[in-house]
């Protein structure tokens, strides 16, 4: 059995042969993404032995195969709660209707952006992203963002080091970028990792490279991320889940500047600019053994605190509209549906625990779901529209520290004023560098991360006594 798609777009718009596709799963609130192959075939089902597993009880153990194309065929395997299969590209003549086929044990033509139901859980293939997240200041922010990014640009001018702190998707890879844009190494490298997205053998393998023969499968030398990123930055994502062997030599290269590659006797030296991110609060890891705390103070040369989606309503609407065009780009949609009023409250009452990668991924569901050139209430996941609550405005009830709040745009005056607070930062740390250091100037350096001369000069700009060394 095969549905007529003849109609459904220009020719012009038909797949290339250098497009990526993927498969898109939508299960309750949970969104997985997978890569598609450029041919052959992907099964689907509950079991670990599937391709693409869906793990709900509504899903046969397994249901379907996808046939990847020219054309994508889907092939039913006798689901026990059922294929089924709607084409959200044909005209509705209500945007609520949603015109589904059964398919059972039959094999079917699908397209790019047609909605398939497998039980309970919704899939869609579409084109795989090509351009990189929108970076912070290519839009107006809230005044609450815009004091933070004034923070961010003058931090980016110079080589400190810089901690982002901040909930689980609140965008600290993007602040991150930003950041490297504006810097002075903007036209070389930005290499990210995820550190918690590896074991430590893997780890210390990306992050530092092998020579030759360093281990089983080590056919060839290869720099790590530190050496690919010479000139430029590095991102070191979920920083605080570095095992403490990692931690370690994290710490050497901050100090000397240098990788010792996995297997290698002598190091290499680099030149790169560190940015860390984290969802923890480094320093109650520290106090129960589980982070360096040396480490903490050469990562946190200055540190930027991104707030909530919950704090930054104003923003929510932009951002939805923006992800609507992407998500409607990737589906091969001609026109980005627009959200309602009603569906638009409901996303500013909900307090968005997965912040603004939530905020993404229900906007990708609602266009899937969404038949029609209008996004209703009733596309969006029920968390979101029937069990919303209020923003709570007390300060108390965010986890997250925030930057003080401002409704003016920046002047002269804040730049001078967010400069001098800079300066007030790195003066603090040096005095509790040389306290910690008992006086000594040589250690109290190392641990800045700084040379002797350098620290020197610091302690006579911000007029503090030269200290003695301490018994």
Not at 199 to 228: I, N, V, Y
Not at 234 to 258: S, Y
Not at 388 to 401: H, I, K, Q
Not at 438 to 461: C, D, F, H, M, Y
Request: proline content about 7%; charged content about 25%; overall charge neutral.
């Amino acid at each position: 059995m095969a549905l007529d798609r003849s109609s459904r777009r220009p020719a012009s718009e038909a797949r290339g042969p250098s497009s990526a596709f993927q498969l898109v799963v939508f299960v309750g609130g949970d969104v997985q993404t997978h890569s598609l192959p450029e041919a052959g075939c992907v099964s689907i089902g509950r079991t670990a032995e599937n391709d693409v597993r869906i793990d709900h009880p509504s899903v046969s153990r397994r249901h379907a195969v996808l046939h990847v194309g020219p054309p994508f065929r889907l092939e039913d395997l006798g689901g026990k709660n059922g294929t089924f299969v709607r084409d959200p590209h044909e005209p509705a003549e209500d945007a609520r209707t949603l015109t589904m086929l059964q398919v059972s044990g039959e094999v079917v033509d699908v397209c790019v952006g047609d909605c398939i139901t497998l039980g309970s859980s919704s899939l869609v293939i579409r084109r795989a992203p090509t351009a990189a997240p929108a970076p912070f200041d290519a839009e107006p922010r809230a005044p609450l963002m815009q004091a933070l990014l004034e923070q961010a640009y003058l931090a980016a001018r110079s080589p400190i080091s810089v901690l982002i702190l901040g909930e689980t998707g609140v965008g600290k890879e993007v602040l991150a970028q930003t950041i490297h844009r504006r810097s002075p190494r903007a036209r070389a490298p930005f290499q990210a990792l995820n550190c918690a997205a590896l074991s430590e053998s893997l780890l210390e393998s990306e992050l530092f490279g092998h020579e030759k023969g360093a281990f089983t499968g080590a056919f060839q030398a290869r720099p790590g991320l530190f050496e690919a990123a010479e000139g430029g930055t590095v991102f070191l994502d979920e920083v605080g889940e570095l095992p403490m062997n990692i931690q370690v030599k994290l710490l050497r290269v901050l100090e000397e500047r240098k990788v010792l590659r996995v297997g290698a006797r002598a190091a290499r030296p680099i030149d790169v600019r560190f940015v860390s991110a984290t969802n923890r609060d480094l320093e109650i890891e520290i106090a129960r053994g589980a982070f360096r705390q040396d480490l903490f103070f050469r990562l946190n040369g200055i540190a930027l605190t991104l707030p909530p989606l919950r704090r930054r309503v104003a923003e929510i609407a932009p951002l939805g509209a923006r992800f609507a065009e992407q998500a409607a780009r990737q589906l091969d949609r001609a026109r980005a549906p627009s959200i309602s009023r009603e569906a638009l409250a409901s996303l500013e009452r909900y307090p968005w625990p997965g912040n603004i990668r939530e905020l993404r991924n229900a906007i990708e569901r609602a266009v899937v779901l969404c038949p029609g050139d209008t996004l209703l209430p009733e596309h969006f996941p029920a968390q979101i529209t029937g069990g919303a609550r209020p923003l709570d405005d007390g300060a108390a009830s965010s986890p997250t520290p925030e930057p003080p709040r401002r409704d003016d745009v920046a002047t002269d005056e804040s730049v001078e004023r967010l400069t001098l607070a800079l300066g007030e930062v790195e003066r603090r740390r040096v005095v509790q560098a040389l306290d910690q250091c008992q006086g000594n100037q040589t250690k109290a350096a190392a641990l800045l991360g700084i040379s002797r001369t350098t620290l020197v000069a610091r302690i006579e700009a911000y007029g503090l006594p030269r200290p003695r060394k301490r018994s």
